[in-house]
């Protein structure tokens, strides 16, 4: 699936797979309950199944896959 966003984008990570996502363009911080991690152009992030809620902030269009 392949998401743009100029603000913020919510998303749910839930035990039955793990979420990865790779960013094709512009700059972004991915919030989650225990931090943040700021991400860039060519970035690819897997978040861990159960993560739970999480945040995209930023103006950034990424791929996300989930299995």
Same mark, same amino acid.
């Given at each position: 699936? &392949?998401? *743009?966003?100029? =603000?913020?984008?919510?998303? $749910?990570? =839930?035990?039955?797979?793990?979420? $990865?996502?790779?960013?094709?363009? =512009?700059? @972004?911080?991915?919030?989650?309950?225990?931090? *943040?991690? *700021?991400? @860039? &152009?060519?970035? *690819?992030?897997?978040?861990?199944a159960g993560l739970g809620a999480c945040t995209v902030r930023?103006? @950034?269009?990424?791929?996300?896959? &989930?299995?």
């Open positions: 699936c &392949r998401t *743009s966003a100029s =603000g913020e984008v919510s998303m $749910h990570v =839930g035990e039955e797979s793990f979420v $990865h996502l790779l960013f094709l363009a =512009g700059d @972004a911080e991915i919030v989650y309950a225990d931090g *943040s991690i *700021s991400v @860039a &152009r060519g970035d *690819s992030i897997f978040l861990p930023g103006e @950034a269009e990424w791929l996300e896959t &989930r299995l």
